[in-house]
């Protein structure tokens, strides 16, 4: 207690007596730089913090910090830098890589003592009218056409002038189109080799858009466009697939992709899917749309669609006519799902390897035998029980799995009554017949005795006169096709020409 003494009550400090606390004020008052100059005016005794001849910041020994007009210039320099930087970051950000930028220079509160910081990178040449970079226009005639009196005058017709000016026009091309510094060589293009290559720029700009459009609204060989894309996610999405593997297979009409299956509305679906995408390409169905047209099934539907709504129109045709040979017991791929103009169906193979076709199946004579008489009575089948006629049958659509024939892509298949239908079935039989006679089986009927076993008419034949033959189809299509607009109804016969009792074909599905 002997350097520590009490006086009143009342503790001494050790380092001396202790200044008088300066009344409290708030940080506005500080940062007001109003307050402060009334307080300068008023004391008359506070340095100033900027020389305002050398435009210097003092520092050091001669800066004063007692001065509260010296702080709140302090203050308000740096919250104006940290500002000027943020703004220089905004507009960086904003123009980022185009040409074509915008300045914030208004926005900015420069100091005087910051003058003599700028350098020249900083400054903008958009907005200066002395622009080092720019081009020197090239000259061009008044608006009169002529300049010079005499002997001297030079029209617009001038063969430089105007070259000079084509050059000039070339900037007004596309942007995808390079024209280079023409102006710069003093390029001068006469007016042929100008309108070659404006109109080389239109037809390039015109077969651009058509490439675009066709590559985002078609589907290719593999390739999918982004709303067949984006179907297939929804259904990966929806937990209708588990996951889509890759293609299998690629055809005239579809692109089939193998597929997990996951369930749809609580109903499982396959563990291994096919996904059948119909190409939305227009080419593709230009000389098949009698298949679809003449059915009287799309009849209707099909006059008032526009072309690429009958894509979708035949993946449906290809769903109805899967679940009618489905019924009858052929085997053949189950539907799981429609979506669109992408078609669900039950994989035919095992273990993620499609079933080989029937002419790529390595077959012995007694399952090529077996296999015959399968397709027989297939086709008698489809004609009899599910009124088909499968219009592309042939080993490329006939799939071997587990000893048995499956009969896939039945898009095309018509009804007997169809105006071609007895045709394309008479198509189908010759396929059929020349393909298992060169593959040695002896059973395999010619074309006509297939097609009259198939249809179960009598159409006489005489040796292998096909022209006889034809005419007597010819002659029921024509028959059949008088029969429907007398007697307009959707119950008609399909009968031959000998006078034999008729055979009712029910359309209704």
Request: a neutral charge; one cysteine or more.
């Given at each position: 207690m002997d350097q520590l003494s009490v006086t009143a009550g009342v503790p001494k400090s050790p380092w001396g007596a202790v200044a008088p606390a300066a009344p409290s004020c708030s940080l506005s008052d500080v940062m007001s730089e109003q307050l402060a100059r009334q307080l300068d005016e008023e004391n008359n005794a506070f340095p100033t913090l900027i020389d305002p001849d050398a435009n210097l910041l003092l520092s050091g020994e001669d800066a004063d910090t007692t001065s509260d007009l010296m702080l709140a210039q302090m203050l308000q320099m740096q919250y104006d830098r940290e500002c000027d930087s943020q703004l220089?970051?905004?507009?960086?950000?904003?123009?980022?890589?185009?040409?074509?930028?915008?300045?914030?220079?208004?926005?900015?509160?420069v100091h005087p003592y910051e003058d003599s910081?700028?350098?020249?990178?900083?400054?903008?040449?958009?907005?200066?009218?002395?622009?080092?970079?720019?081009?020197?226009?090239?000259?061009?005639?008044?608006?009169?056409?002529?300049?010079?009196?005499?002997?001297?005058?030079?029209?617009?017709?001038?063969?430089?002038?105007?070259?000079?000016?084509?050059?000039?026009?070339?900037?007004?091309?596309?942007?995808?189109?390079?024209?280079?510094?023409?102006l710069g060589m003093d390029l001068k293009l006469s007016n042929k080799v100008f309108n070659s290559l404006k109109q080389?720029?239109?037809?390039?700009?015109?077969?651009?858009?058509?490439?675009?459009?066709?590559?985002?609204?078609?589907?290719?060989?593999?390739?999918?466009?982004?709303?067949?894309?984006?179907?297939?996610?929804?259904?990966?999405?929806?937990?209708?697939?588990?996951?889509?593997?890759?293609?299998?297979?690629?055809?005239?009409?579809?692109?089939?992709?193998?597929a997990n299956g996951g369930s749809?509305?609580?109903?499982?679906?396959?563990?291994?899917?096919?996904?059948?995408?119909?190409?939305?390409?227009?080419?593709?169905?230009?000389?098949?749309d009698r298949y679809i047209k003449d059915d009287y099934r799309f009849k209707d539907r099909f006059s008032k669609l526009n072309p690429r709504k009958i894509i979708r129109l035949w993946a449906e045709k290809e769903m109805h006519n899967l679940m009618k040979i489905k019924k009858a017991g052929i085997p053949c791929p189950e539907v799981a799902l429609l979506k669109k103009h992408i078609l669900v169906m039950s994989f035919i193979g095992k273990d993620h390897v499609p079933a080989p076709k029937l002419k790529d199946a390595m077959l012995g004579s007694a399952d090529m035998k077996n296999a015959y008489y399968q397709v027989l009575h297939m086709m008698q089948q489809l004609y009899q029980e599910c009124n088909l006629v499968h219009a592309d049958l042939s080993e490329y659509n006939l799939l071997w799995h587990e000893g048995k024939v499956w009969l896939i892509d039945v898009s095309q298949s018509v009804e007997p009554t169809h105006p071609h239908g007895l045709?394309?079935?008479?198509?189908?039989?010759?396929?059929?017949?020349?393909?298992?006679?060169?593959?040695?089986?002896?059973?395999?009927?010619?074309?006509?005795?297939?097609?009259?076993?198939?249809?179960?008419?009598?159409?006489?034949?005489?040796?292998?006169?096909?022209?006889?033959?034809?005419?007597?189809?010819?002659?029921?299509?024509?028959?059949?096709?008088?029969?429907?607009?007398?007697?307009?109804?959707?119950?008609?016969?399909?009968?031959?020409?000998?006078?034999?009792?008729p055979l009712k074909h029910d359309t209704d599905d």
């Open positions: 220089r970051l905004e507009e960086k950000k904003y123009n980022g890589e185009s040409k074509v930028s915008i300045s914030f220079e208004n926005y900015r509160m910081e700028s350098s020249e990178d900083e400054v903008d040449w958009q907005d200066t009218r002395d622009d080092p970079y720019k081009a020197d226009k090239p000259q061009t005639t008044p608006r009169k056409g002529f300049t010079g009196k005499g002997k001297n005058i030079t029209t617009k017709h001038d063969e430089v002038m105007c070259g000079r000016k084509n050059t000039a026009r070339m900037d007004n091309f596309a942007p995808e189109v390079h024209v280079g510094d023409g080389h720029c239109y037809a390039e700009q015109r077969r651009s858009a058509r490439l675009h459009e066709k590559k985002e609204h078609s589907t290719a060989e593999q390739a999918l466009d982004p709303r067949t894309r984006l179907l297939m996610y929804k259904m990966v999405s929806a937990g209708m697939l588990d996951s889509i593997n890759g293609c299998i297979s690629t055809g005239k009409e579809s692109v089939v992709f193998h749809l509305e609580e109903q499982p679906v396959p563990e291994e899917v096919v996904l059948k995408v119909f190409k939305t390409t227009l080419n593709e169905f230009r000389n098949r045709h394309f079935l008479f198509r189908d039989c010759r396929n059929v017949s020349t393909f298992f006679q060169k593959g040695g089986v002896i059973e395999a009927m010619n074309i006509y005795e297939l097609f009259n076993c198939v249809t179960g008419l009598n159409l006489t034949i005489s040796g292998d006169d096909k022209a006889t033959f034809i005419a007597q189809i010819e002659a029921l299509e024509k028959r059949n096709e008088d029969h429907i607009q007398r007697k307009g109804k959707k119950t008609f016969p399909v009968s031959s020409c000998d006078g034999d009792p």
